[in-house]
Each structure stands twice: as C-alpha cells, then as structure tokens.
C-alpha cells in the first residue's frame, strides 16, 4: 500500500516563495515516477511537474517552468517542490502523485494520490 503525505502549504504575498513536500512511504519500485498537479476552484486538475524516482528526469509545464523546482531526497522517499516568483494564478489545491508511466501529464495515469495542501498567493 502506498501513501503519499503533502505538506508546506500556506499564504503567500505575490512574488514570494513556497516549498511543498510529498513523503512517500510503502512499496516504492525505482521505475515509479512523483508528479506534482494543482486544481483550483471550478477548474480541472492542472499537471504542474514529474520527476523519475530513478535518475531523477523532470518534466515541467510552461506555465511553471523557470520559477518551480522539482527535487527528491531518496534516503526519505521525499519529493520537494520549490515555489518562486508565486503569482495569484498559483493558487490552488497542490497534489502529488505516484504512478508507474514516465513521463506523464495524464491524471488519470497516476493512481496515488495525496490529499492535497493549499497555496494561496495574493496580489
């Protein structure tokens, strides 16, 4: 059984930096890929970043290349997303995603999810 945990959500003025986490735990195979998605109010659920769980490849949506980070620490099944130059447009419910295709922006490929943290970025 895998289990995925967000954390490091919150308020942020525009312009301001986040860094969300994603601890992993249960059985986690090298060929897995972590995406990160977000969805906010009376939208669908936007791909935001994947990164391999081996290797470490990346692949970001435009909208956030530049400004978000994707990086893992292997030692405690931890995925991190760094958050720079925060726009109110930022704003949603922030998940990370287990799935065995990579790489892939397709939410329904992804059958792990967290319950989701909350960013808040305002003008």
């Known amino acids: 059984q895998v289990r995925l945990v967000e954390s490091g959500g919150g308020m942020v003025q525009a312009g301001g930096s986040l860094r969300l986490s994603c601890a992993a735990s249960?059985?986690?195979?090298?060929?897995?890929?972590m995406g990160w998605f977000r969805q906010a109010p009376g939208k669908a659920r936007e791909f935001v970043v994947t990164?391999?769980?081996?290797?470490?490849?990346?692949v970001y949506a435009d909208s956030v290349k530049g400004r978000f980070t994707v990086s893992k620490d292997d030692a405690k099944n931890t995925v991190y997303l760094q958050m720079n130059s925060l726009k109110p447009e930022d704003t949603a419910l922030y998940f990370c995603?287990?799935?065995?295709?990579?790489?892939?922006?397709?939410?329904?490929?992804?059958?792990?999810w967290g319950q989701g943290t909350q960013v808040t970025v305002s003008s």
């Open positions: 995603a287990l799935t065995n295709v990579f790489p892939t922006r397709q939410v329904e490929e992804y059958p792990y």
């Open positions: 249960g059985r986690i195979l090298s060929s897995y890929a």
């Open positions: 990164i391999a769980w081996s290797g470490g490849r990346t």
